[in-house]
């Protein structure tokens, strides 16, 4: 792998990419990956990095991540609208 990147580094430099755009773009796909086998779950992504959540949240807006494509799915229902489970109804 070290090979793959020092590789990846001289192509980046011989052709004439600044430091702070091969940083950016590092960031990005750094950041889009773990994104992406959390799908899109931004605290179990955090928890990956080995950052907050909120400094995860300000870095995607930052780097301008676009992450709705990410999640499986819509939003869970409110818990209003969810049918009770069984443990539930026998606790009651």
């Keep these: 792998m070290k090979d793959q990147l020092e590789a990846l580094i001289t192509q980046m430099y ?50 301008r991540i676009d992450i709705r494509g990410l999640r499986d799915g819509g939003r869970r229902p409110p818990r209003s609208a969810r049918p009770l489970t069984l443990e539930k109804k026998a606790a009651r």
């Excluded at 052709?15 to 590092?26: K, P, T």
């Excluded at 994104?35 to 807006?61: D, K, V």
């Design 14 to 63: 011989k052709s004439g990419i600044l430091y702070s755009e091969a940083v950016r773009e590092f960031k990005k796909r750094f950041i889009l990956t773990v994104l992406q086998e959390n799908h899109g779950n931004q605290c179990r992504a955090a928890r990956q990095l080995g950052m907050h959540r909120n400094t995860l949240s300000r870095t995607i807006q930052e780097l």
